[in-house]
């Protein structure tokens, strides 16, 4: 199976400054078919979990611009411009190149 | 709109059974693969189980296989799982989503809101 290692687990963030949480996984999330099947979701208070970043970088329909991903192979990062308020929740990285899917084990960000 | 709908969850002693199902509407659900994933209380996002979209193809992890059975009748536009032997720490949150429906990318883009399962005595 894939393991999906997230760093840090919490963070608390001032409203205007940057944040940005890190994604290992345990083998390369490069198909063969030259996509990542690598994404980031955001679980806000008492709801479903929402995909914000799709194959790695690429920004899912009504994500704000800042919001942003990088990486490859098994390194990924996203990247939050300026935290708002409405940012705040768990996030989660994912992969699907392979069942068992599996998700990182989330990121609280809570804004100070 | 898209919406998911699921139901069935419900408290159930260990050991027991449930059937949960799922009522997607507002895209082509025929056409689309399907999932369950689960979030135990207070904790992170596993996913459960995948169907193709003809159902000839059944995924799961590896916890709950021989256990549980997802279906779909395409017909009558839903999706369900099938829980049995069920155990205490097969309690939480039972998310139905959809596996690539946008056509955007091969990921969970539509969620229910979720039903919840509780095993306990």
């Given at each position: 199976d894939i393991v999906m290692t997230q760093t840090p687990l919490s963070l608390s963030v001032t409203p205007g400054q940057p944040a940005s949480i890190s994604c290992k996984s345990s083998?390369?999330?490069?198909?063969s078919d030259g996509k990542t099947y690598f994404y980031w979701y955001l679980q806000k208070p008492g709801q479903p979990p929402q995909v914000m970043?799709?194959?790695?970088s690429n920004r899912f329909?009504?994500?704000?611009?800042r919001f942003s991903g990088s990486g490859a192979g098994t390194d990924f990062t996203l990247t939050i411009s300026r935290v708002e308020a409405e940012d705040v929740g768990v996030y989660y990285c994912m992969q699907?190149?392979?069942?068992p899917y599996t998700f990182g084990q989330g990121t609280k960000l809570e804004i100070k | 709109e898209v919406q998911l709908v699921e139901s069935g969850g419900g408290l159930v002693q260990p050991g027991g059974s449930l059937r949960l199902s799922c009522v997607p509407s507002g895209f082509t659900f025929s056409s689309s693969w399907m999932t369950w994933v689960r979030q135990a209380p207070g904790k992170g996002l596993e996913w459960v189980a995948s169907v193709k979209e003809d159902g000839s193809e059944k995924y799961y992890v590896d916890s709950v296989k021989g256990r549980f059975t997802i279906s779909r009748d395409n017909a009558k536009k839903s999706l369900y799982l099938q829980m049995n032997?069920?155990?205490?720490?097969?309690?939480a949150i039972y998310y139905c989503a959809s596996l690539g429906a946008t056509r955007?990318?091969?990921?969970?883009?539509y969620w229910g809101q979720g039903t919840l399962v509780t095993v306990s005595s």
């Amino acid at each position: 199976d894939i393991v999906m290692t997230q760093t840090p687990l919490s963070l608390s963030v001032t409203p205007g400054q940057p944040a940005s949480i890190s994604c290992k996984s345990s083998q390369s999330l490069l198909h063969s078919d030259g996509k990542t099947y690598f994404y980031w979701y955001l679980q806000k208070p008492g709801q479903p979990p929402q995909v914000m970043i799709y194959e790695v970088s690429n920004r899912f329909s009504g994500v704000p611009d800042r919001f942003s991903g990088s990486g490859a192979g098994t390194d990924f990062t996203l990247t939050i411009s300026r935290v708002e308020a409405e940012d705040v929740g768990v996030y989660y990285c994912m992969q699907t190149i392979q069942f068992p899917y599996t998700f990182g084990q989330g990121t609280k960000l809570e804004i100070k | 709109e898209v919406q998911l709908v699921e139901s069935g969850g419900g408290l159930v002693q260990p050991g027991g059974s449930l059937r949960l199902s799922c009522v997607p509407s507002g895209f082509t659900f025929s056409s689309s693969w399907m999932t369950w994933v689960r979030q135990a209380p207070g904790k992170g996002l596993e996913w459960v189980a995948s169907v193709k979209e003809d159902g000839s193809e059944k995924y799961y992890v590896d916890s709950v296989k021989g256990r549980f059975t997802i279906s779909r009748d395409n017909a009558k536009k839903s999706l369900y799982l099938q829980m049995n032997s069920l155990r205490v720490d097969d309690t939480a949150i039972y998310y139905c989503a959809s596996l690539g429906a946008t056509r955007i990318s091969w990921c969970f883009d539509y969620w229910g809101q979720g039903t919840l399962v509780t095993v306990s005595s």
